[in-house]
């Protein structure tokens, strides 16, 4: 009787419910699955199940499948860091996705360097994210290099001399950006005729514009994300503001069209990659993700296929599945094949890699030129 007692104890842990199963590896997501910047979240989730399906379907890790549970954060900081939260002390998970947006990022990375979670970002571009420590990694370039390549763009190829920024003063993303951009744009002798903001939230830019109109600057640098962004095209063109507007990957969204219409025409913006591009790992990749939902892949559905895939790899390296082990390797990634580029980790766990410039055409996104670091 004691024995079998015994015995069902034992085989417990492999009932599965609530207790880990021994046969998964569990992998944590938190993002903004709604919210005003939801195809965030969704686009990157997408681009993970992707790589996930195909891993486990190819025999999955150390023959254990991945297994993924995605949170919500809804745009919220707080609901970020809870989230990570959660997904560490309830759900024990072994590693983290974690989510798009830096000021998220921030909130949340450092819960996961407290316990020793890996921590990877598809996507926080903020110098200030992976300094949290050296369990935080990204898989994208960052802001001083994206700000650069905007400023370069603007100065070299647009020939401006005068632009106006405007920026999201409640998005640590937006003011990185904005400030990186004034940098560079007057180290090459151009000036910044005018410097406003705004805050996530907000319908009305008016005053903003009116202000930037009266300056005749050739071009307006808004760093911001594309439910606002969208917002200001529209009301720029109502004030008669003809000048392209420029900004960084926070633009990149089917909704930004969706949003702002025409008035969104023409203007450019530096992302993680291009459609476009002939290269085969792009390509396959497109070919895949329309199969599998339908949608052409966003910037973020590629980095979260990049993301999982570069954790996937690190786990499948790692001597042990432990937080230690996959850290260690995590750090070793280099050159890896990914949709958005070679990708090479530095010592400060931010990829080094190039960025493209595209022109907004309706729901397509002109490719411009690409910029290497
Ligand atoms: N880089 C942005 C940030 O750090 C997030 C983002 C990445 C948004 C790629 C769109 C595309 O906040």
């Not at 930037?212 to 004030?239: C, D, F, H, W």
Request: with cysteine; aromatic share 8%.
């Amino acid at each position: 009787m004691k024995r079998i007692l015994l015995a069902a104890l034992l085989a417990l842990p492999l009932l599965g419910g609530c207790t880990k199963k021994t046969n998964e590896i569990v992998i944590g997501e938190y993002d903004s699955l709604t919210g005003s910047d939801a195809t965030f979240g969704l686009s990157t989730n997408k681009g993970v199940r992707l790589a996930f399906d195909e891993i486990n379907a190819a025999g999955g890790i150390k023959g254990k499948k991945l297994a993924l549970i995605t949170l919500d954060d809804q745009g919220k900081n707080e609901e970020a860091a809870s989230a990570t939260t959660r997904l560490i002390t309830q759900n024990n998970v072994t590693a983290i996705i974690g989510g798009v947006a830096s000021g998220r990022s921030k909130a949340a990375a450092p819960i996961a360097q407290s316990h020793k979670v890996p921590f990877v970002s598809p996507a926080s571009t903020n110098p200030d994210v992976t300094k949290i420590g050296d369990y935080v990694f990204r898989v994208c370039f960052i802001d001083p290099f994206q700000g650069f390549v905007m400023a370069k763009f603007a100065n070299e190829t647009l020939k401006m001399k005068k632009v106006a920024v405007l920026r999201d003063v409640k998005n640590d993303y937006s003011v990185g950006l904005a400030d990186v951009f004034v940098a560079e744009f007057k180290k090459r002798g151009g000036e910044i005729v005018a410097d406003l903001s705004y805050q996530a939230g907000d319908i009305d830019f008016k005053a903003q514009l009116t202000q930037i109109r009266s300056k005749n600057p050739e071009g307006i640098y808004v760093p911001g994300y594309y439910t606002e962004v969208g917002l200001i095209a529209q009301q720029a063109r109502q004030l008669g503001l003809k000048v392209p507007l420029m900004g960084g990957d926070g633009w990149d969204s089917d909704k930004l069209s969706e949003i702002g219409k025409e008035a969104i025409n023409g203007s450019y913006y530096s992302n993680h990659y291009t459609v476009e591009s002939t290269d085969p790992a792009v390509t396959e990749f497109i070919k895949k993700f329309k199969t599998k939902y339908n949608e052409t892949p966003d910037a973020l559905a590629a980095l979260g296929y990049d993301a999982a895939r570069i954790l996937a790899a690190a786990l499948e390296r790692a001597p042990e599945i432990n937080g230690k082990a996959i850290r260690d390797e995590l750090a070793k990634t280099k050159d890896f094949v990914g949709v958005t580029g070679k990708i090479s980790l530095n010592e400060n766990r931010d990829a080094v890699k190039s960025a493209v410039v595209v022109q907004v055409e309706g729901n397509n996104r002109k490719y411009i030129t690409t910029v290497t670091p």
